[in-house]
Each structure stands twice: as structure tokens, then as C-alpha cells.
T-cell receptor
Framework: QKEVEQNSGPLSVPEGAIASLNCTYS??????FFWYRQYSGKSPELIMS????GDKEDGRFTAQLNKASQYVSLLIRDSQPSDSATYLC????????????FGGGTRLMVKP | DAGVTQSPTHLIKTRGQQVTLRCSPK?????VSWYQQALGQGPQFIFQ???????QRGNFPDRFSGHQFPNYSSELNVNALLLGDSALYLC?????????????FGSGTRLTVV
């Protein structure tokens, strides 16, 4: 079992729809969770962080965390073609110090 | 406020050669982490430097080594390059106790081994 798992996609949604990206993790003691966006050929950019169970909203983005199910998700409302990118889930596992463990990423395609 | 800067941007090396990649952290950050990202995969942790010492290391062979200087900048060295070392090498900076707040990544160095 991978430490952080994501569906590689591609996930295709029409413009204006809600995109839902999912991530599961294996270390139950993980404390911090992050979503990064990575455009093709570019470096990852932090877009959301979440630390407690529940929802956290920032503009069109909502991160959801369920530690009991070891599941974190990212919702993108009113998806735009400019949201087309790979979305990486990253976890700061318990006792991992300052290391982040990344999933393989989900490629999102927003079609006009 | 300068972000994380990496050099060079692109590099082509021959199998068996050695390479050095460089990173300057974001202003105020004193911890530097290096990641390797193969095409189509997520970043894999190589190691992290703080106070000029390697404080954590991922599952990479000893061919991968690093250094941090007093000004917090860092180098990643890879010896005896293999074709499989071809990847995007990312440097990330943070405060030592603020992995909880996520990293700031540099633009990366694209290494191609031929």
C-alpha cells in the first residue's frame, strides 16, 4: 500500500462544474495535509492546507479532511480551464519530522 | 521578497558523470529540502538540511549527497549518474518547525542523463 494514494486521472470536468479530487493516506498518525497544484513543466504551488477534521474553504477551493477514514479531498467550484493541472496531495506523517510525503497526483482537465 | 531560486534550470549530463544543483531558500527560511520528481510521478523526498546538517534522509543511495552553507543555501550532488536519475529536482524551503505550513518550492532543475 502506498503511503499517499491518488487516482492519476485524468479527471475531466466541464467549465463551471465542481471538480472533486481525492486522496487517501496510510499513516493514521498523520497531522498535516496539503494540496499542491502543478502546471505542466512547472514546480508545485501550495493552494490549500488542512489540519483538523472537517472543511476548510478558500475562495473556490474547499479542502475536506476525515482522519477516521484517512481521507482528504479537494473541491474546486466553478472550475475554469486555467485550473487544468496536476493536483498533488501531500501529508506530514506522524514522526516524519518535517518531511512531506506526496501522492502521485491527479491530472485535472477542465473543458470549455 | 525573493522566493526559492534554483540553478541551473536545465542540465544534460552523460551517464557516469557527476552533477551539482544549487538552491537559495526564500528569505527568512533556514531549512532546505530536496525532492526528485520523475515524469508523471509525485515528488520523492531526498533529504533535508538545517543548521548545515542533514537532518532527514529519504530512500536514496549514497550517490546523492548535499550540503548547506552558513547563508542557508544548499547544494545537491549526484555522483555516477544513471539514466534513471533523469528527473525534475525540486528544492523547497521552510522554517524548521513549519512543515505544518507547507513548503515553498523553487522552479526546479530539469536533469537529463544520456
Amino acid at each position: 500500500q502506498k503511503e499517499v494514494e491518488q487516482n492519476s486521472g485524468p479527471l475531466s470536468v466541464p467549465e463551471g462544474a465542481i471538480a472533486s479530487l481525492n486522496c487517501t493516506y496510510s499513516d493514521r498518525g498523520s497531522q498535516s495535509f496539503f494540496w499542491y497544484r502543478q502546471y505542466s513543466g512547472k514546480s508545485p504551488e501550495l493552494i490549500m492546507s488542512i489540519y483538523s477534521n472537517g472543511d476548510k474553504e478558500d475562495g473556490r477551493f474547499t479542502a475536506q479532511l476525515n482522519k477516521a477514514s484517512q481521507y482528504v479531498s479537494l473541491l474546486i467550484r466553478d472550475s475554469q480551464p486555467s485550473d487544468s493541472a496536476t493536483y498533488l496531495c501531500a501529508v506530514n506523517r506522524d514522526n516524519a519530522g518535517n518531511m512531506l510525503t506526496f501522492g502521485g497526483g491527479t491530472r485535472l482537465m477542465v473543458k470549455p | 521578497d525573493a522566493g526559492v531560486t534554483q540553478s541551473p534550470t536545465h542540465l544534460i549530463k552523460t551517464r557516469g558523470q557527476q552533477v551539482t544543483l544549487r538552491c537559495s531558500p526564500k528569505s527568512g527560511h533556514d531549512t532546505v529540502s530536496w525532492y526528485q520528481q520523475a515524469l508523471g510521478q509525485g515528488p520523492q523526498f531526498i533529504f533535508q538540511y538545517y543548521e548545515e546538517e542533514e537532518r532527514q534522509r529519504g530512500n536514496f543511495p549514497d550517490r546523492f549527497s548535499g550540503h548547506q552553507f552558513p547563508n542557508y543555501s544548499s547544494e545537491l550532488n549526484v555522483n555516477a549518474l544513471l539514466l534513471g536519475d533523469s528527473a525534475l529536482y525540486l528544492c523547497a524551503s521552510s522554517f524548521p518547525t513549519q512543515a505544518n505550513y507547507g513548503y515553498t518550492f523553487g522552479s526546479g532543475t530539469r536533469l537529463t542523463v544520456v
